[in-house]
Nanobody, 125 residues
Framework: QVQLVESGGGSVQAGGSLRVSCVVSGATYNAHCMGWFRQATGKEREGVATVFSDGETRYTDSVKGRFTISKDNAENTLYLQMNSLKPEDTGMYYC???????????????????WGQGTQVTVSS
């Protein structure tokens, strides 16, 4: 029902900025909770940021003050603006969605049922 396609990944030097996008199709109205996750090679996937339908945003501590999650409802697109990038930010970035209104929308959760294919972000020193 919900399809997600990420784009905008690439290579950037430490301290630089990058914005990744996620185009949502299908039951977009029911995607009440959306988030960004990342996975570095050899490591487990971790939550980065989430945004609920009411506009509430949450971030993992390591990206607070540097990353901003946002939505463009007219374009059905989710964004993650990443500033002051660090090498440890390197990884495959995935967007995810949940349709349940009562879902606790937080990047600490790993049970999002809908996922995109990911876009690679590489930060060099």
């Amino acid at each position: 029902q919900v399809q997600l396609v990420e784009s905008g990944g690439g290579s950037v030097q430490a301290g630089g900025s990058l914005r990744v996008s996620c185009v949502v199709s299908g039951a977009t109205y029911n995607a009440h909770c959306m988030g960004w996750f990342r996975q570095a090679t050899g490591k487990e996937r971790e939550g980065v940021a989430t945004v609920f339908s009411d506009g509430e945003t949450r971030y993992t501590d390591s990206v607070k003050g540097r990353f901003t999650i946002s939505k463009d409802n007219a374009e059905n697109t989710l964004y993650l603006q990443m500033n002051s990038l660090k090498p440890e930010d390197t990884g495959m970035y995935y967007c995810a969605a949940v349709t349940q209104r009562t879902f606790w929308c937080d990047p600490s959760r790993t049970d999002f049922p809908y996922w995109g294919q990911g876009t690679q972000v590489t930060v060099s020193s």
